[in-house]
C-alpha cells in the first residue's frame, strides 16, 4: 500500500466531497481487476479540480464511484464522503436522494444517457419535479430557461423534441440543462464540451464558472483537453492505470511538471508557432490492460527513467512544494 496522498492546502471551507484510499475492483471473465487504486482527493465548495489523462486511466470510474453508479459487482473500498455523509455502503435510495438534486453530472456520450423515449422537457424537469417539488408548469418553465442559458437554438420549440431528432452538440446542451437543474452543491462534468462549437464551449463554460463562483458549486471536471484544464481549474490531479501519479495546483503542473506521464501528456499537445512538418512528441506504448498493470508504478513499461525497483515497489509521495506531490522518485532527472 502506497503512502496516503499528502492534504491539499487548508482552505476556508471544509471538504465538500472528500475520497479516502478508494479502490474499486471490476467483475471480469478473467476475474476481478482493480480499476482504483488508493484515490485520495479534496474538493471545496467553490473549488474546481480537474482530473487528466488517457483513455482507460480510471477517470471516468472515478466519477461514477463518486455518484454511486458503478456496477452492482464492483468491490469497492475505502472512504467517499459527500457534505460529510459517508458514502460508501449507502442504501440505493440514499443515493437516489442526492444523485440530481446535490450532486450531478454532465455525461461524455449524451445519447446513451438521455431516455430516448421521453422529450428533452420531461427529462429536464423530473429532477425539479422530484427532489424540489415544483409544479408541473413551473418545471417546464424552468427547463426553458435552462435551455435558453445553454443556448440551444429555437429552445421553446425543442422543448417536445425526442433526442434522435437533436444533434449532438443540442443533445450535449440538454445534458448540460439537466445537470444545473435543481443547482448542485457538487458538478461533474466528463468531457462537457466535447460536441460544442468553440464560441458555445466558452458561453457553456462560462456559465459553469458563474455558478461555481456565485453559488458555491465544487466542480470536478474530466477532459482531454489541457487548454481547458489551464482555463477552468484550480487544481489537477493527473491519473494513470487507476491511481492519481500527480497533485498540483494547475499552474505548477503546466510550468512544474514533474512525473514522466504529465511531461509526456503536455509535451504531446500541440502549439500554435510550431514550424510546419513538426512531428509532435508522442508517449511511447499505450495504457495497460487491467490485468497487465504491474506491481509497481504502472507506467513503469513507458518510461524512459524506470529502474528495476519502478515495476517492483509501488512509488510513494513525494513532496515537491507546498501542495504538489508526485509519485515517482526520479521525478529530478530529466
Same mark, same amino acid.
Given at each position: 500500500?502506497?503512502?496516503? +496522498?499528502? #492534504?491539499? @492546502?487548508?482552505?476556508?471551507? @471544509?471538504?465538500?466531497?472528500? &475520497?479516502?484510499? &478508494?479502490?474499486?475492483?471490476?467483475?471480469? @471473465?478473467? %476475474? #476481478?481487476?482493480?480499476?482504483?487504486? %488508493? /484515490?485520495? /482527493?479534496? +474538493?471545496?465548495?467553490?473549488?474546481?479540480?480537474?482530473?487528466?489523462?488517457?483513455?482507460g486511466c480510471g477517470k471516468s470510474l472515478t466519477a461514477m464511484a463518486i455518484m454511486g453508479l458503478l456496477p452492482e459487482?464492483?468491490?469497492?473500498?475505502?472512504?467517499?464522503?459527500?457534505? %460529510?455523509?459517508?458514502m460508501i455502503g449507502s442504501s440505493d435510495a440514499q443515493w437516489a436522494a442526492l444523485r440530481g438534486a446535490r450532486m450531478a453530472m454532465i455525461f461524455q456520450e449524451p445519447m446513451t444517457a438521455l431516455n430516448p423515449l421521453h422529450p428533452i422537457a420531461r427529462q429536464i424537469a423530473e429532477p425539479m419535479r422530484l427532489h424540489q417539488g415544483v409544479?408541473?408548469?413551473?418545471?417546464?418553465?424552468?427547463? &426553458?430557461? /435552462? /435551455?435558453?442559458? $445553454?443556448?440551444?437554438?429555437?429552445?421553446?420549440?425543442?422543448?417536445?423534441?425526442? #433526442?434522435?431528432?437533436?444533434? %449532438?452538440?443540442?443533445?450535449?446542451? $440538454?445534458?448540460?440543462?439537466?445537470a444545473l437543474a435543481c443547482s448542485p452543491d457538487l458538478l461533474i462534468a466528463d468531457e462537457p464540451t466535447t460536441a460544442l462549437d468553440v464560441t458555445v464551449q466558452k458561453e457553456v463554460l462560462g456559465l459553469i464558472a458563474q455558478l461555481v463562483r456565485e453559488?458555491?458549486? =465544487?466542480?470536478? +471536471?474530466?477532459?482531454?483537453?489541457?487548454?481547458? !484544464?489551464?482555463?477552468?481549474?484550480?487544481?489537477? !490531479?493527473? !491519473?494513470?492505470?487507476?491511481s492519481v501519479v500527480e497533485n498540483a495546483p494547475t499552474r505548477e503542473v503546466f510550468s512544474r511538471r514533474a512525473h514522466p506521464y504529465t511531461r509526456g501528456l503536455l509535451a504531446a499537445r500541440p502549439r500554435? =508557432?510550431?514550424?510546419?512538418?513538426?512531428?509532435?512528441?508522442?508517449?511511447?506504448?499505450?495504457?495497460?490492460? &487491467?490485468?497487465?498493470?504491474?506491481?509497481?508504478?504502472?507506467?513503469?513499461?513507458?518510461?524512459?527513467l524506470v529502474t528495476d525497483a519502478c515495476r517492483t515497489e509501488p512509488p510513494q509521495w513525494v513532496p515537491i512544494n507546498p501542495g504538489h506531490q508526485v509519485r515517482c522518485p526520479r521525478w529530478e532527472l530529466p
Open positions: 500500500m502506497s503512502a496516503a +496522498l499528502e #492534504p491539499s @492546502p487548508p482552505t476556508t471551507a @471544509p471538504p465538500l466531497l472528500q &475520497l479516502r484510499e &478508494l479502490e474499486v475492483s471490476l467483475h471480469t @471473465p478473467r %476475474g #476481478p481487476a482493480k480499476a482504483l487504486r %488508493g /484515490l485520495s /482527493l479534496d +474538493l471545496a465548495r467553490g473549488q474546481t479540480l480537474g482530473l487528466i489523462g488517457e483513455s459487482a464492483a468491490h469497492v473500498t475505502g472512504s467517499i464522503r459527500f457534505d %460529510g455523509q459517508e409544479s408541473a408548469s413551473q418545471a417546464r418553465r424552468r427547463a &426553458l430557461a /435552462l /435551455l435558453e442559458r $445553454v443556448q440551444l437554438p429555437r429552445a421553446r420549440e425543442r422543448l417536445d423534441a425526442y #433526442p434522435h431528432q437533436l444533434s %449532438g452538440g443540442q443533445r450535449q446542451r $440538454v445534458m448540460i440543462a439537466m453559488d458555491g458549486m =465544487g466542480l470536478l +471536471l474530466i477532459s482531454h483537453d489541457l487548454g481547458l !484544464m489551464h482555463d477552468q481549474t484550480e487544481r489537477v !490531479m493527473v !491519473m494513470y492505470g487507476g500554435l =508557432g510550431l514550424p510546419r512538418g513538426t512531428r509532435l512528441e508522442t508517449i511511447a506504448g499505450r495504457v495497460p490492460e &487491467l490485468f497487465d498493470l504491474p506491481e509497481g508504478c504502472a507506467f513503469a513499461d513507458r518510461c524512459a
